[in-house]
């Protein structure tokens, strides 16, 4: 059965006082592995995308997605896994898209953002819920097949235009800042 992720543009209810709408635009619950590198921690594990079909089911995209964020760097992350907590997501992260076994990682940080998307409304916001999880990363990185290029990148040497999907504003959350 194939994998469904935590990226809702309905939920159904009992009606009850205490119903639960989502927004219009939708709402992902997410998890992000900054890795550091041993001896550099303003380096962290970044990559860019091979335009592999193993995506759709990794990382919930697609290949017109794919293509899209290919020539930018990106964390390794997707959203939550329907009822996986977000530690365990940590751990299949490091693992599937790194290559390597994350040992308990300490709590993740965790943020909320709710802003409009390009092509919607003022009104209609898209929220966003982030668990960042920093471990120390492994001594070597191994070539992995999801990725052109995975490695340790200063992340101060990059600018924002140059990560995919946001992932320089989910850095800044943590307090590790890319170029203007």
Same mark, same amino acid.
């Given at each position: $059965?194939?994998?469904? %992720?935590? &990226? %809702?543009r309905t939920l159904v209810s009992p009606?009850?006082v205490d119903e639960f709408t989502v927004?219009?635009? /939708? $709402?992902?619950?997410?998890?992000?592995?900054? +890795?550091?590198?041993?001896?550099?921690?303003?380096?962290?594990v970044l990559g860019r995308m091979n335009?592999?079909? &193993?995506?759709?089911?990794?990382?919930? $995209?697609?290949?017109? #997605?794919?293509? @899209? %964020?290919?020539?930018?760097? $990106?964390?390794?992350?997707? =959203?939550?896994?329907?009822?996986?907590?977000?530690?365990?997501?940590? @751990?299949?992260?490091? &693992?599937?898209?790194?290559? %390597?076994?994350?040992? =308990?990682?300490?709590?993740?940080?965790?943020?909320? *953002?709710?802003?409009?998307?390009? /092509?919607?409304?003022?009104?209609?916001?898209?929220?966003?819920?982030?668990?960042?999880? #920093?471990?120390?990363?492994?001594? =070597?990185?191994?070539?992995?097949?999801?990725? #052109?290029? +995975?490695?340790?990148? @200063?992340?101060?040497? +990059?600018? #924002?235009?140059?990560?995919? &999907?946001?992932?320089?504003?989910?850095? *800044?959350? !943590?307090? !590790? +800042?890319?170029?203007?």
């Open positions: $059965m194939p994998r469904q %992720f935590a &990226r %809702f009606s009850s927004p219009a635009d /939708g $709402m992902c619950l997410s998890v992000f592995l900054v +890795l550091t590198a041993p001896h550099d921690p303003a380096s962290v335009p592999d079909p &193993r995506w759709e089911e990794l990382g919930a $995209m697609g290949p017109e #997605r794919v293509a @899209r %964020f290919a020539g930018r760097w $990106m964390l390794p992350s997707s =959203q939550l896994v329907l009822f996986e907590s977000p530690t365990d997501a940590a @751990r299949r992260l490091a &693992r599937e898209l790194v290559g %390597f076994e994350l040992p =308990q990682p300490e709590p993740p940080q965790v943020f909320s *953002e709710a802003y409009p998307r390009t /092509g919607g409304g003022p009104n209609d916001l898209h929220w966003d819920l982030h668990f960042v999880f #920093r471990a120390p990363g492994p001594a =070597q990185l191994s070539p992995h097949p999801l990725w #052109r290029e +995975l490695s340790y990148v @200063r992340v101060d040497s +990059l600018l #924002r235009s140059e990560f995919a &999907r946001n992932q320089g504003d989910v850095l *800044e959350l !943590i307090g !590790i +800042l890319p170029k203007a």
